[in-house]
């Protein structure tokens, strides 16, 4: 397993070595034939799991995410951060805890997730439109929307996100 921004070399395992190499998941000595390095620490395989779906990580991939104090599969992490991890408006990270806003996608600060016309914050319940990767409410919205003329128009009702497996 290879952890981004983390060592992805563990330190060498002699063959034969009677020095046991103990699991972070669970505290108990690898006698396994195989075991996982992630997170700078050695991992039986069914101790690596994802903290929201459970899957053991060994078993979906060659890597896994950490954020938070979260062991997170590819999926999750996506899910919960959005590709980067980052708002998709000021770039900055957000953390697990932190309630978010989601549109097409893409994560958003609670603070961030405004208007591109007026800038006034959109809230659970506004109405708002999605149209080539720009947040509009209702009032702003393009005119061209007005006539029916926009084919790519996404509009949705606006709820409340929160990072919680």
């Known amino acids: 397993m290879v952890n981004p921004g ?4 563990p330190p060498p395992v002699g063959a034969g ?13 690898i006698a396994d034939r195989f075991l996982l390095y992630a997170m700078d620490s050695y991992w039986h ?17 060659t890597s896994c995410y950490t954020k938070s104090g979260m062991i997170l599969c590819r999926n999750d992490y996506i899910r919960l951060f959005g590709n980067s991890g980052a708002c998709s408006a000021c770039g ?12 097409q996608g893409n994560v958003y600060h609670l603070k961030c997730f405004t208007c591109s ?5 959109l809230v659970p ?11 509009f409410c209702e009032h702003d919205r393009p005119t061209a929307l007005i ?8 509009t949705n009702p606006l709820l409340p996100d929160q990072k919680v497996c």
């Open 125 to 135: 319940g506004d109405r708002f439109h999605y149209i080539n990767g720009s947040l």
């Open 147 to 154: 006539n029916g003329h926009l084919n790519s128009l996404q």
């Open 45 to 61: 395989s069914r101790c690596l799991k994802c903290s929201c779906c459970q899957a053991q990580l060994g078993e979906i991939g």
């Open 17 to 29: 070595s009677l020095s046991w190499k103990r699991c972070a998941g669970c505290g108990g000595k």
């Open 6 to 9: 983390g060592s992805a070399q």
């Open 117 to 121: 016309t007026c800038r006034n914050r």
């Open 92 to 103: 900055q990270s957000i953390p697990a805890s932190e309630l978010v806003m989601r549109a």
